[in-house]
């Protein structure tokens, strides 16, 4: 259904023609004005409009959903009006004749495998829909609908069953051009980053050649990788460090200088420094501590210092 409010105070459009089958209903409406008019439309089925007479210049319309809005512009012949939307338009004096196919939105996904997630771009696009087959196959419509003869009914369904595929592979391709990029890492830079954390020696990464093998600036990359795990890279570095350390302290065979040299460091003090500002002990006590656990050194790869998942484990498996 249908719902008009505003501007046909005096002359409301009058219906001409109107055919039902399973999956829609189809009218044509005419209206004729001697001043200009505006009104709102609220339908609660999917609606696509042709216009079999419209005014030459000088109508605006624009289509709204929820959360925004589609650009005002002059309307095509042929437009979408989605389930749940609304429209505002405006018509100079004159007359107006127009085809309305109302579909239930249930049906429409259910024949195409489409549901219009709505974006301004989307919106605007439904007000002026370019595309030649399917306007003649509405204008077809429009014949069987205002001179149905045998089998009118079947042919009808079959028109609208195509047209409503045509529709949605009209949005589809909307959508698409209109999608936002990736505003994350993809799978596979996760990958490569996991490896360069893995293989690093040292306590910070080289951002550039993070950079290099994911293919993207160092700029890119910081704002992306924030977005993609939560953390800058050097507090996401400090974290590998100090998981990796913790696992070299766990293991006993390992002198503490040594474990300080496959921390990146040369002088044990200034390891010493590095490991209980990033977590309160030293690495002495951390050993002890450790020992006195019962744990194994297995156990420290479940999770880094700040209780995510090590870097090298993610996207490795997905």
């Not at 012949?77 to 004096?93: E, Q």
């Not at 051009?177 to 996991?194: F, G, K, Y």
């Not at 093998?213 to 460090?241: M, N, P």
Request: proline share 5%; hydrophobic share 40%; glycine share 8%.
């Amino acid at each position: 259904m249908i719902h008009i409010s505003g501007g046909f105070e005096s002359n409301r459009p009058v219906l001409e023609a109107e055919l039902s089958v399973s999956q829609a209903i189809v009218r044509v409406w005419s209206l004729d004005w001697a001043k200009p008019v505006a009104y709102e439309v609220h339908p609660d089925t999917h609606v696509m409009a042709l216009g079999l007479r419209v005014p030459e210049s000088g109508s605006r319309m624009s289509i709204h959903a929820d959360q925004c809005s589609g650009d005002a512009r002059h309307p095509g012949r042929l437009a979408f009006i989605g389930a749940g939307t609304s429209f505002d338009a405006f018509f100079p004096s004159g007359a107006l004749r127009i085809l309305n196919v109302e579909s239930d939105p249930d049906w429409f996904e259910t024949i195409t495998g489409f549901r219009p997630q709505w974006q301004p771009k989307m919106l605007s696009a439904c007000v002026n829909i370019q595309h030649p087959h399917l306007t003649q196959c509405l204008l077809n419509l429009a014949g069987e609908v205002q001179a149905p003869e045998l089998g009118s009914k079947r042919i009808v369904e079959s028109i609208v069953t195509e047209a409503a595929i045509y529709i949605a592979r009209y949005l589809n391709r909307v959508s698409a051009e209109t999608a936002v990029p990736s505003q994350v890492l993809s799978n596979w830079q996760m990958r490569r980053i996991a490896t360069y954390f893995e293989r690093m020696s040292g306590y910070m990464p080289e951002v550039g050649e993070l950079a290099a093998i994911c293919g993207i600036g160092e700029r890119h990359l910081r704002r992306l990788f924030k977005q993609t795990t939560g953390k800058t890279i050097s507090d996401y570095a400090r974290d590998v460090w100090v998981s990796k350390t913790k696992r070299q302290l766990a293991d006993t065979s390992l002198a503490l200088k040594e474990v300080a040299g496959l921390a990146g460091f040369s002088d044990p003090c200034h390891f010493a420094t590095a490991f209980r500002r990033a977590t309160g002990l030293t690495p002495r006590a951390f050993r002890e501590d450790f020992l006195a656990s019962g744990e194994t050194p297995d156990q420290l790869t479940i999770g880094l210092a700040c209780g995510t998942q090590v870097p090298w484990q993610i996207g490795l498996h997905s």
